[in-house]
């Protein structure tokens, strides 16, 4: 073992020079050294020499003009260096790419394809986290500014939402739907229904909106609420107009809507390898578990960047001030940097 030692360090001192982009060769190295070298040692060039040119290049690296995507030189190193990327790199990337979209508009894909690397590389709910930050305030507006014209419908920007569907949870998706999209919708049904329109262009143009929508979000309790209003609007016109046909028109849909069949089960598993993949999806720590409940609740969970109690992440969590931090299994609160108390998780997701 003391020739291994003493060759190590003149295996590196030959690489002194070393791009910390072309990590291949450099990874190489480590992965032939790694089950010869103590922990120690393999921690010390870890952190001493391959951490230091890491978060020195992530520093002077511009998102806006690099032309080499940065996950193509940092995502390579995860299985080496995934802690100490999440706890000391990853944040500052984020705040990076954060800066990057201030003016970026949803009818620009780039902006896509630079985040969707990081959907499974950053820590749970990391990710869920930026997108409400950084991209579900601008797919907001852009759903906002969707002209609604049931005589001459434009849809790019509807198309521009909806291209983040595999990006954002249902939750998300829905609630922007909810607030920037069916409330103006009905809006214009209820004006076109005032005017004696042609009820069959009316229940095609029903039935072409929830064609646009994926059974994940027509299942959702809102949006079938929403559908639901828009059909009794339709049959409240129809019982009061002398439109022949129109009535047959509009309980012909809304038979179809009633005995539609219920969305099928989610798949049972089936063997020992579904059993073991279902059970790695389950949160195992504390952290994990805040991070996937502030994920379904759309709440904020980030690391504050260079923060720390106790030698410990400090995270923010929600808008009112309220940041955690994690001791085993025991989460902290400081709000409005007050003293640091124990708190239960429920309580928590109240106060953020």
């Known amino acids: 073992m003391e020739g291994y030692i003493g060759e190590a360090p003149t295996a590196w001192d ?6 910390i982009r072309d990590c291949e060769p450099v990874i190489n190295l480590l992965e032939i050294w790694k089950p010869l070298l103590p922990q120690w040692i393999l921690d010390n060039i870890l952190d001493q020499l391959i951490m230091p040119r890491i978060s020195t290049e992530v520093n002077n690296w511009n998102p806006l003009t690099d032309t080499v995507p940065i996950h193509y030189w940092i995502h390579p190193w995860i299985p080496l260096l995934n802690t100490r990327l999440n706890e000391n790199v990853f944040p500052i990337i984020q705040e990076k790419l954060g800066a990057a979209l201030t003016n970026w508009h949803p009818s620009d894909r780039s902006a896509k394809l630079m985040l969707k690397p ?3 590389a950053l820590p749970e709910g ?34 521009w939402v909806m291209d983040w569907k595999d990006m954002l949870s249902v939750l998300n998706l829905t ?15 209820a004006m076109w229904l005032n005017h004696n329109p042609d009820y069959n262009q009316v229940t095609e143009w029903y039935s072409g909106w929830k064609r646009m929508l994926s059974d994940e979000l027509l299942v959702q309790p809102s949006i ?8 009794e609007m339709m049959n409240r016109a129809v019982t009061t107009g002398q439109q022949p046909g129109a009535k047959e028109f509009v309980s012909y849909l809304t038979n179809i809507e009633t005995n539609a069949p219920p969305p099928p089960p989610p798949p049972r598993v089936e063997t020992m390898v579904e059993a073991v993949r279902a059970a790695t999806q389950i949160p ?9 409940r502030c994920e379904e609740r759309g ?4 690391p504050v960047l260079n923060k720390y109690y106790e030698a410990k992440q400090v995270y923010r969590l929600g808008s009112n001030g309220v940041q ?11 709000q409005n940097n007050c003293s640091w108390l124990p708190v239960s998780l429920n309580r928590l997701l109240d106060m953020a």
């Open 14 to 19: 030959t690489r002194s020079v070393w791009n």
């Open 118 to 120: 990081w959907k499974d």
């Open 126 to 159: 990391s990710f869920a986290a930026f997108l409400l930050v950084h991209i579900v305030p601008k797919l907001q507006l852009c759903m906002q500014s969707l002209a609604i014209n049931p005589h001459q419908q434009h849809l790019d920007a509807w198309n």
């Open 175 to 189: 609630s922007i739907l909810d607030k920037y999209f069916f409330p103006r919708w009905l809006q214009t049904l």
């Open 224 to 231: 079938k609420d929403n559908f639901h209003k828009a059909l």
């Open 284 to 292: 195992q720590g504390f952290k994990d578990l805040l991070a996937k």
């Open 299 to 302: 709440i904020l969970f980030v």
């Open 324 to 334: 955690v931090y994690f001791d085993r299994n025991v989460v902290f609160y400081s």
